[in-house]
């Protein structure tokens, strides 16, 4: 990506494009890192190697900071980095650069930097007039720009400095409110992999869906979730002994558990929803069915 933008003869789209480099550069040393172990080394190497490409001050502090990330774990104490990786970055690009970028990433652009740009980067379009324009060299002809008043806004150059500003003002933002604390629920003991989970507006309760296609169920606080036994039928049959009949009075006892599973899904449970004043749990999964949970008996009251 660095050679074709250096490759592009027109000044002022090679100018716009090379703002590109840089939030690129960035997710591409945070996404060697979430591979894991063996690409941290080759990562941390990668951005020695090209970290000196970027030069003006801002870029310069947040790589210095970048620097000190080794492990997925360093981005989520490092509040600038995590922020960073979570918001979407822009870059300032007119229709005539978006085009040529366009064009070499249909036919030269690597998958992974296709998504860095899809996933973590906005590009915010200039108006600029008609031209011709060279698809691979990005050479054009007459530009009508237009701007307001007769100004015209610069392309990119100050793209990271306004990127930086509104990384640190959400951060000043959240440190300077008294938001209420996060709440971290950790599942235990729980060899499957959970896949969703909600909690109710009332914070009482936690459900989370699994890729066992079970859905649990717990008390949050004081909370104890109770599933009412099944209540045995008043008719005493023949075939009933002594020792398998049981007093009146034991049929409305009810069992506490820990967590309450619901089964009836096929396959990997993808999102749940309290609705009803937390009556009732929807839940859709991939075997192509939602699921409405009656959450006063814990069984399925309709399949969509």
Known sequence: LKNWVHSVRDERIKHELHGLLYPVFCHLYLEMLHAGNPQAMQAIQFLKNYQG??????ERDFLEELSSVFTIQDIELRPLVNAFRTRK????????????????LSKHGHIIIMQIINIHITIIKRIVGSNMINDETGERTQVNEIGINGHVEQASGTGVDREMRELQESIRLIRNNAYQPL?????????????????????????????????????????VLMRPQQVRPSVVLACDTASTSRPPDADQEIEEAGAIVLRGHTDIVHDLKFVG????????????????????????????
């Open 53 to 58: 490409d970027f030069v003006t001050e801002t």
């Open 183 to 223: 709440r971290v629920f950790t599942v235990n003991n729980a060899t499957e992999n959970a896949s969703c989970a909600k909690i109710t507006q009332s914070m009482d309760r936690l459900a989370v869906g699994f890729s066992t296609a079970e859905i649990r169920l717990w008390g949050i606080g004081d909370a």
């Open 277 to 304: 004043q937390s009556q009732v749990l929807l839940s859709v999964s991939s075997d192509k069915d939602m699921r409405a949970w009656r959450l006063s008996d814990y069984t399925c009251s309709a399949v969509y």
């Open 89 to 104: 970055y822009k870059v300032d690009m007119s229709d005539e650069a978006h085009f040529c970028l366009q064009k070499y």
